[in-house]
């Protein structure tokens, strides 16, 4: 270990002798003896004077190392000094190590050429060289924890040449903080999503049995955890646990979920519950306000899910099936009430969808403008004319002269809102997604009417909010609003007909997500004036995009023996991509259908469902949205292929959980 360490300190002259006695001989052997013999003298002497130096370098070098290890070894007043290993950062070979250092590794003094991650199985010292005086990884050896310290040397102005590790021995200290995390609370609500449902029309006998079967399904769930479990309301509960028992209820995938649905109402209905998770909060309150986070998302997405809500973001559990059908019109005639006197209290109104609108999207904001109308209020729509799939009907309103110039993009907004404008958001709940950010960070005052599933990152504060996921379409909520806000006589046959088209077009023409409310809004925009001709015409397509969906459909590739995937390296439009989706659904066997292609340096993904698939669990890890039977994702810098790719593994994930 001494001469590897002298070696370190010691630079080699060796070839610079040789060099010089090499002269010497060649002057000799050709005749120069004068020369040559002074030359070796000089050498000689030369090398006489290093090696003196060299001797009192040497002794120097072990006197500070002796007064280093001296000071390490009593420092703490005979307390166990640090275990201490000298590391060359180069090669990472351990260069010098002391006593307690040996005891602890094994590490002799006779060892050479050992590496320290040999030594210290997979320690770096690449934190030493960036300047770090803490190992950002702890280390387990013998059964003890330590946490590393150390400094690096370095040549004035040059890299660092050797480092000295410390190990700190903190097992105790680790045991009582990952003792103090696993029993963190973990503050739950759990709440059975369909109990008005479930309890409709039955006895309080029948009643009685069925809290009773549901009060068995928590309890048993809940027991192996050995949390408090108490009952808040009729279908609400409390339970607290420890985080130690989190990672298991995880593992299980939160098995209440299905365990739950073996309890069946007398009318056949199903049970269903949703749990709402609060975690690491600084205090009991705030985990419960966690808790409370969550159950409302889980409820926002459609319930029958398990979520997940920290510091940071939400973790979603569940959620496969699809959303039920509410027949209570009470929410609607709520926010009816509420947004119709928001308005009334506005200086103007703005209503804003999603990035290239399409017909639900321009059929719910013609409806806000309807009820904007009736309260005398002027109002805009926020539109890109240039990017959007409804050029056809944006023609037909732009003819109606109560839409006159109601069009504006998003700049020209900006500019026309003050302190008294309020933002109608339509047929989304996304920040990323509206047509102009902007414009939903300047107005405080921000309504939401929406039927996707919520996401993580979805807009808030909200002044009013309507949203709800069993509605077939964001166009079918409105025109719930527009039953309690206004007049039949006070709707345009255009709008009316906006609103039809949008409903018809989330629900392909009355095949799919359709409910007793569905029928109802299409019945009461019929009496409006609502023409089911026009609006087949409305959504017909040429002869050009007919034969281009077609070729999509051709492209398509089965995977998993239900899934059809059409992955196109060239561009099309929105809405050949869903319908060219949708039409794969008519295929025998297929349960979903996703369709893929390139719009600029993004790639855009379609995708459509029978039900007994859920393309939106499918399509939100991808940072993509909507509901249960149609979703859509934009990945942004990711080329056809490596969309492909990601959502193979996202299918793959989806079937294995």
């Not at 696993?182 to 029309?201: A, G, Q, W, Y």
């Not at 990323?432 to 808030?460: F, G, N, T």
């Not at 439009?573 to 659904?585: E, G």
Request: proline residues 3%.
């Amino acid at each position: 270990m001494d001469k590897k360490l002298m070696r370190l300190f010691r630079p080699s002259r060796t070839v610079y002798y040789v060099l010089m006695v090499a002269f010497s001989l060649g002057s000799i052997i050709t005749g120069q003896y004068i020369l040559g013999a002074a030359e070796l003298a000089a050498t000689g002497a030369a090398f006489f004077v290093h090696m003196s130096h060299q001797r009192a370098s040497n002794r120097r070098i072990r006197q500070y190392l002796q007064h280093a290890t001296d000071t390490l070894e009593s420092s703490g007043q005979g307390a166990s000094p640090f275990p201490a290993v000298l590391v060359q950062l180069g090669d990472e070979s351990v260069v010098w190590c002391n006593n307690q250092f040996t005891e602890l590794t094994g590490l002799t003094l006779s060892s050479v050429n050992r590496q320290l991650s040999d030594v210290l199985p997979g320690v770096k010292t690449d934190w030493l060289a960036s300047g770090k005086t803490e190992c950002p990884r702890e280390l387990e050896l013998n059964g003890r924890r330590y946490r590393l310290f150390g400094t690096a040397v370095k040549e004035k102005n040059g890299p660092p040449l050797v480092g000295v590790i410390y190990l700190n021995d903190l097992t105790e200290l680790y045991q009582v903080r990952d003792e103090y995390i696993r029993s963190r609370p973990v503050v739950s609500i759990i709440m059975v999503d369909n109990f008005e449902e479930l309890t409709r029309n039955l006895t309080e006998g029948a009643i009685s049995t069925l809290n009773a079967k549901l009060n068995d399904a928590i309890t048993c769930w809940t027991e192996p955890y050995h949390g408090m479990l108490r009952r808040l309301e009729r279908n609400r509960f409390l339970f607290v646990f420890e985080k130690r028992d989190l990672e298991d209820a995880v593992k299980n995938k939160f098995s209440l979920l299905e365990d739950v649905h073996q309890i069946v109402s007398p009318s056949g209905l199903p049970a269903s519950v949703s749990i709402g998770l609060g975690v690491d909060g600084s205090c009991f309150e705030e985990s419960y306000n966690f808790a409370a986070l969550g159950i409302e998302m889980a409820l926002s997405r459609g319930g029958d899910q398990a979520v997940i809500k920290d510091r940071i973001n939400f973790t979603f559990f569940g959620g496969r099936s699809i959303e039920a059908d509410y027949t209570s019109k009470v929410r609607s005639r709520v926010t009816a009430s509420s947004l119709v006197e928001l308005i009334g209290q506005s200086s103007r109104v703005f209503v804003m969808g999603h990035k290239n609108a399409d017909l639900d999207s321009l059929g719910a904001a013609m409806g806000i403008c309807c009820l904007c109308r009736k309260k005398e209020k002027p109002y805009n729509i926020v539109l890109d004319l240039e990017q959007n799939a409804v050029d056809r009907l944006v023609r037909e309103i732009q003819l109606c002269p109560e839409y006159a110039d109601v069009f504006l993009s998003g700049q020209e907004a900006m500019v026309a809102c003050d302190n008294g404008s309020i933002l109608v958001v339509v047929d989304t709940n996304r920040p990323d997604q509206v047509e102009w950010k902007p414009l939903l960070e300047a107005i405080p005052k921000v309504c939401v009417v929406d039927h996707h599933r919520r996401a993580a990152d979805y807009i808030s504060p909200v002044v009013v909010n309507l949203h709800e996921t069993y509605a077939s379409s964001t166009s079918e909520l409105v025109t719930e609003l527009l039953s309690y806000g206004v007049e039949s006589s006070d709707v345009l046959p255009i709008e009316a007909k906006a609103l039809l088209a949008g409903i018809c077009l989330d629900t392909k023409f009355f095949n799919v997500r359709t409910g007793e409310r569905t029928f109802e809004a299409a019945a009461a925009l019929r009496r409006m004036g609502a023409d089911t001709t026009e609006v087949k015409l409305l959504m017909q397509n040429d002869f050009q995009d007919t034969v281009a969906k077609y070729q999509i459909v051709k492209s398509a590739k089965l995977y998993r023996g239900e899934i059809a995937i059409a992955a196109l390296n060239y561009g099309t439009t929105r809405p050949l991509a869903a319908q060219a989706a949708d039409d794969l659904l008519n295929v025998s066997g297929i349960t979903a259908s996703f369709v893929l292609y390139p719009d600029g340096e993004q790639t855009i993904i379609s995708a459509r469902s029978i039900g007994r698939v859920n393309v939106q669990m499918i399509l939100e890890p991808l940072g993509g949205g909507g509901n249960t039977l149609v979703a859509g994702a934009q990945l942004q810098q990711t080329q056809p292929q490596q969309a492909l790719n990601r959502l193979i593994e996202a299918i793959d994930k989806y079937y294995e959980g």
